[in-house]
Nanobody
Framework: VQLQASGGGLVQPGGSLKLSCTAS????????IGWFRQAPGKEREGVSC????????YYAESVKGRFTISRDNAKNTVYLRMNSLKPEDTAVYHC???????????????????WGQGTLVTVSS
């Protein structure tokens, strides 16, 4: 099982990016899929999660109101739309499988299961 994140890049503060998560020989439909990020010198941070059908979503407080997670089962893809980006959002973003999404926004995300190569997001002027 391997997931591939893409869509990162350099963007100015206040800008937007849309990340994509795809998988080969693995159907994302039935699994909770989430995004975590890793910045140099910082701990891994789970930022968003979307459960299987019916889909429910979770956002970490640091990204709530700015990021939107969605899935397109026909394309076997999960997206992370990131708006109003801040320099502190700079990190390598990975998508991963999760046992479940947190039941409450006040909870933290569970440890990731499978993930692959991430995509670098740099927010800088």
């Amino acid at each position: 099982v391997q997931l591939q994140a893409s869509g990162g890049g350099l963007v100015q503060p206040g800008g937007s990016l849309k990340l994509s998560c795809t998988a080969s020989r693995f159907t994302l439909d039935y699994y909770a899929i989430g995004w975590f990020r890793q910045a140099p010198g910082k701990e891994r941070e789970g930022v968003s999660c979307i459960s299987g059908s019916p889909s429910s979503t979770y956002y970490a407080e640091s990204v709530k109101g700015r990021f939107t997670i969605s899935r397109d089962n026909a394309k076997n893809t999960v997206y992370l739309r990131m708006n109003s980006l801040k320099p502190e959002d700079t990190a390598v973003y990975h998508c991963a499988t999760y046992a479940a999404c947190p039941a409450s926004d006040s909870d933290s995300m569970f440890p990731p299961g499978y993930w692959g190569q991430g995509t670098l997001v740099t927010v800088s002027s």
